[in-house]
């Protein structure tokens, strides 16, 4: 089990636990497997495979609005009218289910679906990598769904709901690779800054302290390592000091995708 696995596992058994108490938990197992296959493969760069997830999560979400819509569902692997489905949500009475239910949720899960079936022989003229682009708005999507159900059926509030989704799944840098608990950039080109910041991004929540990230880094780097964590906390806002450790903010986890310097160079 990977570092990240154990809070995974937890995470993931919470939200399973509340929303199989609402729904079929084998429709509930499929939403969460396929939610998590679709992180995983774009942090990873399965761009494409994020998509294909993403229809899968579709599919079983669907299923669960429909059984809340006619106390029913199509099986999986059978054809489930999306269209249908929508129209029926929309039309329930607005004291049956919230918003989120009757519309919010369906017409979002309808993009992620029409980008699975529609947009692969897409391009676009202007320097834009589509599978990028459309990767990003699924898994996007995903993730306001995801956090709507558990919002719902676990009762707290929208911004804890949010939380709780993105610690689910950490997100993962190829380019840094696990030997037994030390953490090595294999890009070498990166200078300090960048090398630190991809290491916290690896991180995630876990954050590391001076010492960790002393061990992890090249000895050129070492020479300026505090005098760069101080850059990244109180000039950059990248990464947050709660001694004895630091963690990467969300404008530093920004940067880094923006960037994505957690891609392996060629």
Request: glycine share 6%.
């Amino acid at each position: 089990m990977q570092r990240s696995d154990r809070g995974e596992v937890a995470v993931l058994s919470t939200i399973r636990a509340g929303l199989a108490k609402f729904h079929d938990p084998k429709l509930v197992d499929e939403l969460v497997a396929a939610y998590v296959e679709a992180k995983r493969n774009y942090y990873l760069g399965g761009l494409r495979l994020s998509a294909v997830e993403g229809g899968r999560f579709c599919e079983a979400a669907y299923r669960i609005l429909q059984g809340l819509a006619t106390k029913q569902f199509v099986p999986l692997g059978r054809q489930l009218d999306t269209e249908e489905l929508i129209h029926t949500l929309a039309n329930l009475p607005a004291t049956a289910q919230p918003d989120a239910v009757r519309l919010h949720v369906p017409r979002a899960l309808r993009v992620v679906y029409d980008m699975r079936n529609k947009r692969d022989a897409a391009h676009l003229a202007d320097g834009i990598d589509p599978n990028l682009q459309d990767a990003t708005l699924v898994v996007t999507i995903l993730d306001w769904v995801l956090a709507e159900f558990v919002r719902l059926y676990h009762n707290v509030p929208p911004n804890d709901a949010q939380r709780i989704v993105e610690g689910l799944v950490t997100r993962q840098a190829p380019a840094v690779q696990e030997f037994d608990g030390f953490l090595k950039v294999l890009n070498p080109r990166l200078e300090a800054g960048d090398h630190i910041l991809l290491l916290l991004y690896e991180r995630g929540s876990s954050g590391a302290t001076s010492f960790d990230l002393w061990k992890w880094v090249p000895p050129a780097i070492r020479t300026v390592l505090n005098e760069t964590l101080t850059h990244l906390v109180d000039v950059q806002a990248f990464v947050h000091c709660d001694f004895p450790r630091y963690y990467i903010t969300i404008t530093g986890i920004r940067e880094v995708e923006r960037r994505r310097l957690y891609e392996i160079p060629t």
